[in-house]
């Protein structure tokens, strides 16, 4: 999948459907916070799928029993993010996290920097990605 420079931001989110029949994304909030998006203005949305996920491939029984298997990483490898650093592990290696607090670890960062990352691993309870471009 090509990538447009024009990319503001990454995330994964469910799409839900509200009482009023109307269906929603919801915006992670660090997007707002760190300037990425502005409330009230509007955005081209692109919705992908996972590669090789049950809902790609149009298998609903399927994509229903995953879901019950507890919450999945919302990050997969390869998977490009800007992530702010927010913390230093033991071993000086920069954390972000993303949705529902998940971390992702991304070594030779500091806290405060905003960089673009590649996602190079994936396991239950973190992620670990390399940056591909600083000071975004």
């Known amino acids: 999948m090509e990538i447009s420079e024009k990319l503001l931001c990454l995330f994964s989110a469910e799409v839900r459907e509200t009482d009023d029949g109307?269906?929603?994304?919801?915006?992670?909030?660090?997007?707002?916070?760190?300037?990425?998006?502005?409330?009230?203005?509007?955005?081209?949305?692109?919705?992908?799928a996972r590669d090789g996920s049950p809902e790609a491939a149009g298998d609903p029984d399927t994509a229903a029993?995953?879901?019950?298997?507890?919450p999945q990483p919302p990050v997969e490898p390869g998977e490009m993010r800007y992530v702010e650093i927010e913390d230093?592990?033991?071993?000086?290696?920069?954390?972000?996290r993303v949705e529902r607090g998940y971390v992702i670890i991304v070594p030779d960062t500091e806290v405060?920097?905003?960089?673009?990352?590649?996602?190079?691993?994936?396991?239950s309870n973190f992620a670990v990605g390399e940056v591909v471009e600083e000071a975004v």
């Open 22 to 48: 109307e269906y929603v994304v919801d915006v992670p909030s660090r997007e707002i916070d760190t300037g990425s998006l502005e409330p009230g203005e509007t955005y081209r949305v692109a919705l992908v």
């Open 88 to 96: 230093l592990g033991k071993q000086g290696d920069g954390i972000a």
């Open 112 to 123: 405060g920097e905003r960089v673009k990352i590649e996602v190079t691993e994936v396991k």
């Open 65 to 70: 029993s995953r879901s019950d298997d507890g």
